[in-house]
């Protein structure tokens, strides 16, 4: 019954994500909607989503309306992702680049990290370690909390299972129980901020060479799509790359 009587709050946050962040929650993903929303209500002791949506737009409500696009946004990630786009990267786009003095790389809804510091490890094993002191990573994501994930840079067996034996012993070090954190090389070229691509135009003031925005664009409506690829036009450098997701 409460799902029938709450419907007018869940259109109300459902619009505000889309209108928010870009999140699209067609109704087949109602119910996934409905799932990530009931752990805020816990979080706040809200009783339903009536309340939720009234308190959306309360003002000095930042940290629930964080707390929501939190837990609405698609974290699911692993390392080495979608091999075969990485290659593709490295074969074409890295050559026209890897001579320059200083390069950088935004990798966009980074989730926890694990996409901006396997593209250090990939230059650092295509090229030479050394050019780690010339590239700048920077990965954004809208969720505070994944963020704070990549700042700490450790991840659990299970997360790191998927990488190579000398891939892993090369550029992580063990820490805690079943535990491994990056490096401190790589660490130093990654640096992670809480951002929202829909809140354009973007505050960079240097542009960029390459922009991985992977496995976030198909969340968007068609409107949206074309609103946040031309906004990262506009901060990559004339002739620089956009590497989307094999989707």
Same mark, same amino acid.
């Given at each position: 019954m409460t799902g029938f009587m709450d419907q007018a709050g869940f259109e109300q946050v459902r619009t505000w994500l889309n209108?928010?962040? #870009? !999140?699209? !929650?067609?109704?087949? /993903?109602?119910?996934?909607?409905r799932q990530r929303m009931a752990r805020v209500l816990r979080r706040f002791d809200l009783a339903d989503?009536?309340?939720?949506?009234?308190e959306l737009s309360r003002? #000095? +409500?930042r940290d629930l309306q964080l707390a929501v696009m939190s837990a609405a946004s698609i974290n699911h990630t692993y390392f080495f992702r979608e091999p075969e786009v990485l290659e593709r !990267?490295?074969?074409?786009?890295?050559p026209t680049f890897q001579d320059r003095p200083e390069f950088r790389i935004w990798s966009a809804a980074c989730s926890s990290g694990e996409e901006a510091f396997t593209l250090a490890i990939m230059l650092a094993e295509?090229?030479?370690?050394?050019?780690?002191?010339?590239?700048?990573?920077? #990965?954004t994501d809208i969720s505070a909390p994944m963020i704070d994930r990549a700042e700490l840079s450790v991840f659990s067996s299970q997360q790191v299972s998927k990488?190579?034996?000398?891939?892993?012993? #090369?550029? !992580?070090?063990p820490t805690g129980i079943a535990q491994h954190r990056v490096k401190s090389e790589l660490r130093n070229v990654c640096t992670f901020r809480r951002m929202n691509l /829909? +809140?354009?135009p973007y505050p960079f003031t240097k542009p960029f060479q390459a922009i991985f925005c992977r496995n976030i664009l198909y969340y968007f409506d068609r409107k949206d799509q074309a609103q946040t690829v031309r906004s990262l036009y506009d901060v990559v450098e004339p002739g620089g790359w956009l590497?989307?997701?094999v989707t």
């Open positions: 209108q928010t962040c #870009g !999140f699209t !929650f067609p109704a087949d /993903k109602s119910d996934l909607l989503l009536n309340h939720l949506a009234q003002a #000095g +409500a !990267f490295a074969d074409i786009a890295l295509r090229l030479t370690p050394d050019v780690l002191q010339r590239v700048s990573i920077l #990965g990488i190579e034996k000398p891939i892993l012993q #090369g550029w !992580f070090e /829909k +809140a354009t590497v989307t997701s």
